[in-house]
């Protein structure tokens, strides 16, 4: 199973950017699947997660009205379109999946497979 993201890069504050996980050699349609972000020095953390069906999505309150995640079953990607970006949005983000049935949505600890992270950079 391999999980590829892209779609990172630099962009300035208030701007726009739209990352896409492929994810290969698994039954992708059946995952849920997450984003999470890792800020330099700080400790990788929950952003957003959608269920395997598109049916329920999750994220965290700092990026509630300005982040969206969706999913492209026939594409095998899931997508996080991010806008109003804003420095401290700055991070190396992960997506993740499956989640294990028994785990929280915003537990690291409980997706199975991780992609190799894309770098995001906000400048003000």
């Known amino acids: 199973v391999q999980l590829q993201a892209s779609g990172g890069g630099l962009v300035q504050a208030g701007g726009s950017l739209r990352l896409s996980c492929v994810a290969s050699g698994g039954p992708f349609s059946t995952w849920d699947l997450g984003w999470f972000r890792q800020a330099p020095g700080k400790e990788r953390e929950f952003v957003a997660a959608?269920?395997?069906?598109?049916?329920?999505?999750y994220s965290q309150d700092s990026v509630k009205g300005r982040f969206t995640v969706s999913r492209d079953n026939t594409k095998n990607t899931v997508y996080l379109q991010m806008n109003s970006l804003k420095p401290e949005d700055t991070a190396v983000y992960y997506c993740a999946g499956p989640r294990k049935y028994s785990s929280t949505w915003y537990f690291e600890g409980g997706y199975v497979y991780w992609g190799q992270g894309t770098q995001v950079t906000v400048s003000s």
């Open positions: 959608i269920s395997w069906n598109a049916g329920g999505t």
